[in-house]
């Protein structure tokens, strides 16, 4: 029998750590229990937006405020057997519940077939 090895990226983005956290453990959490290999877990540089508002522009220049947007990245690797039913009807379900349970978090899915 051919085992046929297809793999699934998934890069997750948000702005709040702890809902990227809570994202995260919901993810792993639920591939574990549906017996899928999770080969890499790669974390992603946090991009830092910085912006400076001046207070009053009319008299004091010197008065400014600065804020600052962070984003937190993550990329996930899952493979998974293709020639198997069970373990596709298993990644199928993984993903809807994926998607359908992240909240505050970007998702992007990638299916790689090899």
């Given at each position: 029998?051919?085992?046929?090895?297809?793999?699934?990226?998934?890069?997750?983005?948000?702005?709040?750590?702890?809902?990227?956290?809570?994202?995260?453990?919901?993810i792993?959490?639920?591939?574990?229990?549906?017996?899928?290999?999770?080969?890499?877990?790669?974390?992603?540089?946090?991009?830092?937006?910085?912006?400076?508002?001046?207070?009053s522009?009319?008299?004091?220049k010197?008065?400014?405020?600065?804020?600052?947007?962070?984003?937190?990245?993550?990329?996930?690797?899952?493979?998974?057997?293709?020639?198997?039913?069970?373990?596709?009807?298993?990644?199928?379900?993984?993903?809807?519940?994926?998607?359908?349970?992240?909240?505050?978090?970007?998702?992007?899915?990638?299916?790689?077939?090899?």
């Amino acid at each position: 029998m051919i085992i046929k090895q297809s793999k699934v990226h998934l890069k997750i983005k948000s702005f709040h750590p702890k809902l990227f956290e809570k994202a995260l453990n919901k993810i792993l959490n639920k591939v574990t229990a549906l017996n899928l290999k999770i080969s890499k877990s790669i974390s992603l540089p946090t991009k830092i937006q910085r912006y400076t508002v001046l207070r009053s522009p009319h008299i004091d220049k010197k008065s400014r405020e600065q804020f600052e947007i962070r984003h937190y990245k993550k990329f996930l690797v899952i493979y998974f057997d293709s020639s198997n039913p069970q373990e596709v009807a298993n990644m199928q379900y993984a993903i809807n519940y994926i998607t359908n349970s992240l909240s505050g978090c970007q998702l992007h899915i990638t299916y790689l077939n090899k």
